[in-house]
């Protein structure tokens, strides 16, 4: 009897977890921060930035989809410039926007400036969007990435392109102001070389895939160049032997700045560059 | 007489101990409210100096005013946000932490589960069988009881044992966790000293009050059994509703609020309530489980009979507790998508959207089991007859509707099979993929199982009342508008205008299937009043049928195991949404597939251990026979 109930029990069971492998198997991935070279980026580079931002880490898509589907009008599948001019002059409009730009940006951060007929959260009577700002948690994408979502909304349907390329010392300030968002929190610490880079910007003068100057040299051979502690002692005191050709514009206070860990991953990961 | 006075004179003696202790200790923290009271010290210099040290005061001088502007200073709570952890902070034992703490959270959620429910409907059972003055309802429930009793110790160790694994997992979060809560995990420890003390003197003092004003005693004991016990689950609640949907801290984390506006987040009550009727359902189904093993375990008539009963009640209490979860989880649903649309679009058409195609299948197990279960049962009564040509059709609607609760809306395909469907969607059967079918499918599904479960219920009576044809003419009126207006409701709304009032009209739908089990009930319970009732033989059942309940407990566990993946997948990267991010290496959510290997190894475990909780129980029952040997004088 025993035998019978549990090899029941357990066959049904076995049924149950079949019936998970017959589905699509997806995981999901947290976001990943996109790696951008800002020393070598071109505006369809910036567009296709923005076209995979709204697509992943800015989650848009997940409510602005085709109907039925969508819970949120169609962006795709509309032209954003002469749509923002309708919506610029309609009464209901809350905002300070003149142009396209301002809309699509102002919509982003305070989604509730211009809320569209019908899309309204249930019961403010279309007053208040059900969308997040996306500056603020759990999307908080930064300045630089929600100016590239608009030159891809602009780009998508042919229109010109208002926004300017971030530029490195942009970039820079983009980095700074991050902490402050946090006021009362403690710095993020760097869990990979590659992030530990992205953090003190280091790749908005320095070229990680290719020898080619920016601001400062290109560092993808710099291992073959530099022993390790020579790389670090560049990193360290920047202003000490500083290559032929070059300004002395390397900021000196990354030794006050970096935690020991993020300084030896950078060190280590730049010694092996050695092409 | 003597003896009488001399017991008075020991009460008044105790009485009057525990009256000096109560002033003794009055005593101690009145003197140190009026020492907390007086610390304020005069403004003399020296005084002055040391004041802010010790709050010393000089003998014969004015006390010293406390600096009102450093108080203040002092008063004000450090803001402090959540903690950043980066990956090298999660300790690496070479497993995954996170499949450890999902088997030791979900192996403790089942039981906990478990032992919240029987006491609840226990309860319930001995309230009936006294007043009834049927003794059966107080062996059953007593029955329950003892089956459940080492739950309650098993709930603990895997209590335990989860709390220690994410101490040493997840150090950063549960710091964290300490610091919103506060003491309000030594209000949930303590909680248990009251849990544990109504559960033995309830359960050990069954017989010792039985009967008579001693009986009101006994219940008293299980109310507050049952009112410990809910106290512990909302308190715990509100840890997983803050992680969800934080409440009471900043935008960094950082506490602002006070423990109520910590607790009472958007998403604590739907889940309380909703996790209070699934208790339920899910008791109710392990109980039924025990009594179906019971009954295919022996050939006494008598036990059979008894046995039957057991399994009925409790079929009868998972089902009936089973009909309002959907709507417990649309509330809950609503809730998330208030609080958060991206966060409910996660859970609903994201990635995690597949998952609610394995619920259909589960779901659609336990109507199906449960339907077949309560057919099976007519068997017992002579009267059934008169309604078994309705079950081929309520069979017929049960199995349309779960195909369409499971027909998926996007499909895997390759290009070839893409071109030659002309699309990823089916030009007849994609429609049936998404939310308005299956809102009609799983109301229908709720109303035909009524149905059955109504018919079987009037299978051994006769109505005697005048009325009874307009009465069976209304309820019939009412079955076929309301499955109408499901199905309208559902096409026009689902299909015709925008999600808004898709939404709006799944109200409407659960509101028409809760017009058909509130009318039924209170008509049957009208016409049937001084019915007249025809025979029903106990244990006549078809021993099949008890596979159905093994069928239940085994879907309940596994739907319970695949709702907590939701539940907790829906914070995606974040350990507290919005203010603390996981940067574990487990910080994605795995696939369905992955999932379901997890949710099989924890309702294998359950079932082990339940095994084991009913061995225990018989275990007590079981008595060795002297030894022959011994009988005769101990040679052997």
């Not at chain 1, 946090?182 to 993020?188: F, K, Q, R, T």
């Not at chain 2, 009963?309 to 089973?322: K, P």
Request: hydrophobic letters at 50%; aromatic letters at 12%.
């Amino acid at each position: 009897m025993l035998a019978k109930t549990l090899g029941f029990s357990l066959a049904l069971t076995l049924v149950f977890t079949l019936v998970t492998y017959l589905l699509p198997q997806v995981e999901g991935e947290a976001p990943v921060e996109p790696k951008v070279d800002l020393g070598s980026l071109t505006m369809d580079d910036f567009v296709a930035l923005g076209e995979n931002l709204f697509n992943n880490k800015g989650t848009c898509t997940l409510c602005h989809k085709p109907p039925p589907l969508g819970r949120a009008p169609d962006i795709a599948g509309m032209d954003m410039l002469a749509t923002s001019s309708k919506r610029l002059a309609d009464e209901r409009y809350k905002g300070k926007a003149k142009d396209a730009e301002g809309y699509i940006r102002e919509s982003l951060v305070d989604p509730s400036k211009y809320v569209v007929a019908t899309w309204g959260k249930k019961g403010t009577n279309d007053s208040v969007s059900p969308m997040p700002a996306v500056d603020k948690a759990p999307i908080q994408l930064s300045v630089m990435e929600m100016d590239a979502i608009i030159a891809y909304l602009q780009a998508k349907d042919g229109n010109e392109v208002t926004v300017s390329l971030p530029s490195p010392e942009a970039a820079a300030e983009v980095a700074a102001a991050a902490p402050a968002q946090g006021a009362a929190a403690a710095p993020v610490l760097a869990a990979t070389p590659e992030e530990a880079l992205q953090k003190y910007t280091c790749t908005a003068c320095h070229s990680m895939t290719s020898k080619d100057a920016l601001v400062g040299p290109g560092l993808l051979d710099v291992g073959a160049r530099l022993s390790a502690d020579q790389i670090r002692q560049s990193i360290i005191d920047p202003n000490a032997v500083i290559s032929e050709g070059f300004p002395a514009a390397m900021p000196a206070d990354f030794a006050a700045k970096m935690t020991v860990k993020e300084l030896e991953m950078i060190v280590n990961y730049l010694a092996e560059k050695k092409q | 007489m003597n003896n009488d006075t001399v017991q008075i004179t020991g009460r008044n003696q105790l009485l009057l101990r525990i009256f000096l202790v109560a002033v003794f200790l009055f005593g101690l923290v009145g003197s140190n409210l009026s020492y907390a009271a007086d610390v304020g010290v005069s403004s003399s210099s020296v005084a002055a100096r040391i004041a802010p040290v010790g709050r010393v005061q000089i003998e014969g001088q004015e006390p010293i005013p406390e600096n009102v502007a450093s108080k203040s200073e002092s008063e004000v709570p450090e803001l402090i946000a959540a903690p950043r952890p980066s990956r090298g902070d999660y300790p690496d034992i070479g497993v995954s932490s996170r499949a450890v703490v999902w088997i030791l959270a979900q192996m403790h959620l089942f039981f906990g589960a478990l032992v919240l429910a029987v006491p609840l409907f226990v309860l319930v059972i001995e309230l009936m069988g006294f007043k009834t003055g049927d003794e059966r309802y107080d062996d059953m429930a007593h029955e329950f009881m003892k089956i459940s009793l080492t739950g309650f110790s098993i709930t603990a160790i895997f209590g335990g044992s989860l709390a220690l694994a994410l101490f040493v997992l997840y150090p950063d979060l549960m710091g964290y966790m300490m610091r919103v809560f506060g003491a309000q995990w030594l209000v949930y420890a303590g909680l248990f000293f009251l849990e544990s003390f109504f559960l033995y003197t309830y359960y050990y003092g069954w017989k010792a009050m039985r009967y008579g004003n001693l009986k009101w005693v006994h219940l008293t004991l299980g109310l507050l059994l049952n009112a410990s016990g809910m106290t512990i689950m909302v308190l715990s609640n509100s840890w997983a509703t803050f992680m969800m949907a934080p409440s009471g801290v900043n935008e960094v984390g950082a506490v602002v609020g006070n423990i109520w506006e910590i607790m009472k987040g958007p998403l604590w009550n739907p889940i309380n309530l909703h996790r209070f009727i699934a208790n339920i359902a899910f008791g109710g189904a392990v109980v039924g489980a025990y009594a179906a093993f019971k009954f295919l375990s022996t050939s006494d008539p008598e036990k059979r009979a008894h046995y039957d009963w057991m399994g009925y009640t409790s079929n009868f209490i998972a089902i009936l507790a089973f009909l309002p979860l959907p709507f417990a989880g649309y509330w809950l649903m609503a809730e998330i998508y208030a609080y958060s649309q991206q966060m409910g679009i996660t859970a609903m058409g994201g990635i995690l959207a597949w998952l609610f195609i394995v619920q259909a299948v589960l779901i659609g197990t336990i109507l199906l089991a449960g339907n077949f279960y309560l057919w099976s049962g007519m068997s017992r009564t002579e009267g059934s007859v008169r309604y078994q040509p309705l079950i081929k059709y309520i069979a017929f609607v049960l199995v349309i509707c779960f195909l369409t609760w499971v027909t998926p809306h996007t499909l895997i395909l390759s290009a070839s099979e893409i071109a030659e469907l002309g699309g990823s969607h089916h030009h007849i059967l994609g429609p049936l993929g998404i939310m308005p079918a299956k809102n009609i499918a799983v109301n229908l599904m709720l109303v035909v199982t009524f149905l059955s479960f109504q018919l079987y219920r009037r299978s051994d009576k006769v109505a005697t009342v005048p009325w009874a044809k307009a009465g069976n003419a209304l309820l019939v009126a009412i079955y076929v508008v309301a499955m109408v207006n499901i199905i309208f409701l559902g096409v026009y709304y689902g299909y015709f205008t925008n999600t808004v009032y898709k939404v709006g009209s799944s109200v409407a739908q659960v509101g028409s299937t809760l017009v058909v089990i509130i009318a039924g009930i209170v008509i049957d319970s009208l016409m049937f009043k001084n019915a007249k009732t025809l025979p029903s033989h106990w244990g006549k059942i078809p021993d099949r049928s008890q596979y159905a309940l093994f069928a239940l407990p085994i879907a309940f566990t596994w739907l319970m195991g695949l709702m907590g993946y939701v539940r907790s997948s829906v914070k995606t990267h974040w350990h507290v949404y919005t203010v603390m991010k996981d940067n574990s290496p487990d910080n994605f959510i795995p696939t369905i597939g992955y999932a379901g290997n997890m949710i099989t190894i924890v309702t294998v475990l359950f079932l082990l251990f339940v095994l084991f909780m009913f061995w225990v129980a018989n275990l007590s029952a079981t008595k060795q026979p002297k030894p022959v040997a011994a009988l005769e004088g101990g040679e052997a």
